[in-house]
């Protein structure tokens, strides 16, 4: 598959301003960005409802959103009642920029957000039992493959791009009788001490490398 562009895919925006940075990792904000991921639109009402939150302090959260481009309006309603919609769907954030503070950001940023995955996994992925769910659906994989940044970049785009293809489900109407929201998490990372203990590269023209992937045929797949 090519790593190029599909017809209607949003493109992933990557977030540069420090300032914008900070103010989303605020814990309420990113609780509300997380809301989005499954409703198209949000009010200060439903937020409050969810978070626990007052639906002042949720319109608040809110217009900060608005203030740095996260979240608009979405049209219609009044005051709390007012729906907001994300700005982007899809949003990266890399600790490598221009401006060195705007560096810092992301990485506070970075780590706030995988803090709060790795508190949602440990309660529902480890020991959590929801009715009627499969507990096989649930779980992870890991996995180690010799790449190229190139090839890594087109692989996690083709996997977002498969889990893209439930996009539309954010409409009630389109799930399937049983369809609950199921978290993905896509992280990909050179470990450069594997490769110093793995050894030098095989010779070119080597059989080296076909015999040991015939030793080993699935991979350093664990689930």
Not at 201 to 214: E, K, N, R, T, V
Request: proline share 7%; charged share 25%.
């Amino acid at each position: 598959m090519s790593s190029e562009q599909e017809p209607n895919e949003v493109k992933p925006v990557k977030l540069t301003d420090a300032k914008g940075m900070r103010a989303m990792a605020h814990p309420v904000r990113m609780a509300l960005l997380e809301l989005f991921s499954v409703r198209e639109t949000l009010t200060a009402t439903q937020a409050s409802e969810a978070l626990g939150e007052s639906p002042a302090n949720c319109a608040f959260h809110l217009r900060t959103l608005a203030k740095y481009g996260f979240v608009h309006e979405a049209g219609g309603g009044k005051g709390r009642e007012r729906p907001w919609a994300l700005t982007n769907r899809s949003i990266t954030v890399e600790t490598e920029q221009d401006d060195p503070q705007a560096a810092l950001a992301a990485e506070e940023l970075v780590k706030v957000y995988f803090e709060r995955w790795a508190d949602r996994a440990r309660r529902y992925g480890l020991s959590a039992k929801v009715p009627g769910w499969d507990s096989r659906a649930t779980g992870w994989t890991g996995h180690v493959s010799y790449l190229t940044a190139e090839e890594t970049i087109r692989l996690r785009d083709e996997m977002r791009r498969l889990l893209n293809r439930y996009e539309e489900r954010l409409n009630p109407e389109l799930r399937p009788e049983g369809a609950l929201p199921v978290e993905w998490m896509l992280f990909a990372a050179p470990i450069p001490e594997w490769a110093d203990a793995a050894g030098p590269a095989p010779a070119a023209g080597s059989d080296a490398l076909g015999a040991a992937a015939s030793d080993n045929p699935d991979g350093a797949d664990t689930q």
